[in-house]
């Protein structure tokens, strides 16, 4: 677990499966982790999550709405702008996790292209960096990326798309992060994929609580499985455990300028 980097997970998600959050940050602190990024999946979860993170510099919290708020029929725009009321005032590293979801019915492709590119919007403002989800959405979320600018980027968290979506995405400066599903033994196109990724790029995560890898599958995840995703990313890549770590820890530092807070 030394020196390792978590480019995403969800410590209040981590809480709803039983998991004590700060006990976690504790653990994880004493096991020497390098860092990572606590993820918002609501717009008024930043109050819960700020404090929890704060005696740990080298943690990015992230704030955003995802597609799935979406759903109703509350005006976008109205919830953007009580997103950016309820973040005012807290530590906001990056925005989200953002982005389309068309296998799940959140809304209409209309209303989550909105919320997302409104968010985009922000994080220019704020000029901090965009974590975003895209599953089914191919060829929306390389429409929206390719007319995009970003003041300092961000990350594709928890890829399974297409290369056209992972070339778009380098093209414009994102990350790409892959997660314990490369762990998964019918998983040997995503292997490649994450092979094809200039290693300059690229970024590892759990999705804690979600998505634990080979051997744990099944069972709630936390950042603790970072050493399998290492592992099985290392084997893929032909290159040592440390020396990836070493990559992601400069791959996350040139992301947000240092490891910890700046």
Known sequence: MHGLIDSHFHLLEMEKKGIDPKKLLIQLHEAGFAGGIDIGVSENDIAIR??????????????????????GEEAITAKTDRFQRNISGFRVDCIGEIGLDYHWNYGTPARQRQLFEEQLSLARELEVPVVIHSRDADEDMIEILGKSTFSHAGIMHCFSSGWALAQTAIDRGLYISFAGPITYKNNQGLREMLARVPIERLLLETD????????????????????????????????????????????????????GRS
Do not use: C, Q
């Open 50 to 71: 700020a404090p929890l993170v704060a005696p740990y510099p080298n943690i990015r919290t992230a704030a955003g709405i995802g597609p799935w708020g979406a759903d």
């Open 208 to 259: 804690s609580p979600y998505l634990a890898p080979t051997p744990h599958r099944g069972k709630t995840n936390t950042p603790f499985t970072m050493v399998e995703i290492y592992s099985e990313a290392a084997r893929i890549l032909g290159i040592g455990v440390e020396d990836l770590s070493i990559r992601i820890r400069t791959n996350f530092a040139n992301l947000f300028g240092s490891p």
